[in-house]
Antibody, heavy 117, light 112 residues
Framework: EVQLLESGGALGQPGGSLRLSCTAS????????MNWVRQAPGKGLEWVSV???????AYGGSVKGRFTVSRDISKNTLFLQMNSLRDEDTAVYYC???????????WGQGNLVTVSS | DIVMTQTPLSSPVTLGQPASISCRSS???????????LSWLQQRPGQPLRLLVY???NRFSGVPDRFSGSGAGTDFTLRISRVEAEDVGVYYC?????????FGQGTKLEIK
């Protein structure tokens, strides 16, 4: 069974850093493109980043230059390093698997990140 | 960025009746590989997001056949043939034909 479990969120300060983790089970994470998507309170979904199976990465405009996506193959875990945090980064962050190119098929439960002084 | 516009934003439906959600993209979603990467997602309270339909009209594993997708180019529709109580939630269209991937605003399906 495919499962994705996010951790590491909680509270961060403006200008500070947080790192999110997403541990996969039921499949080999490095064999798929893996995405981060976020949802601000009461708002819709915003795509954040992707790391492809070949290690290539891409970012949404609002986080480019501040966030870095990576993975640890040995731990079957995806990461999102978030630097220079802003109030508007407050959101539930989801990791999601791209089962085949262009189709995100499984999502984690989400992890709330709150940026506040 | 491709803008995805859903209508309606709220849809009160009677149990057992059909429901329909439209999604329009600001540009064609036909990818250079010939596929159209338009998906429909369901978000129920306390549940992970769930893929319902991918590449316009393909139902994902385990999705009931009362859900169907259609459309082409820039106009797409999700239909529920007979709404059940468990269908209450928010539905999103999503395009993955071009980076950044983008989503519709969401349509809240509720029971009358």
């Amino acid at each position: 069974e495919v499962q994705l479990l996010e951790s590491g969120g909680a509270l961060g300060q403006p200008g500070g850093s947080l790192r999110l983790s997403c541990t996969a089970s039921g499949f080999t994470l490095s064999a798929y493109a893996m995405n981060w998507v976020r949802q601000a309170p009461g708002k819709g979904l915003e795509w954040v980043s992707v790391i492809n199976d070949d290690g290539g990465v891409a970012y949404g405009g609002s986080v480019k230059g501040r966030f870095t996506v990576s993975r640890d193959i040995s731990k079957n875990t995806l990461f999102l390093q978030m630097n220079s945090l802003r109030d508007e980064d407050t959101a539930v962050y989801y990791c999601a698997r791209e089962g085949v190119p262009g189709t995100i098929d499984y999502w984690g439960q989400g992890n709330l990140v709150t940026v506040s002084s | 960025d491709i803008v995805m516009t859903q209508t309606p934003l709220s849809s009160p439906v009677t149990l057992g009746q059909p429901a329909s959600i439209s999604c329009r993209s600001s540009q064609s979603l036909v990818h250079r590989d010939g596929n159209t990467y338009l998906s429909w997602l369901q978000q129920r309270p306390g549940q992970p997001l769930r893929l319902l339909v991918y590449k316009i009209s393909n139902r994902f594993s385990g999705v009931p056949d009362r859900f169907s997708g259609s459309g082409a180019g820039t106009d797409f529709t999700l239909r529920i043939s007979r709404v059940e109580a468990e269908d209450v939630g928010v539905y999103y269209c999503m395009q993955a034909s071009q980076f950044p991937y983008t989503f519709g605003q969401g349509t809240k399906l509720e029971i009358k």
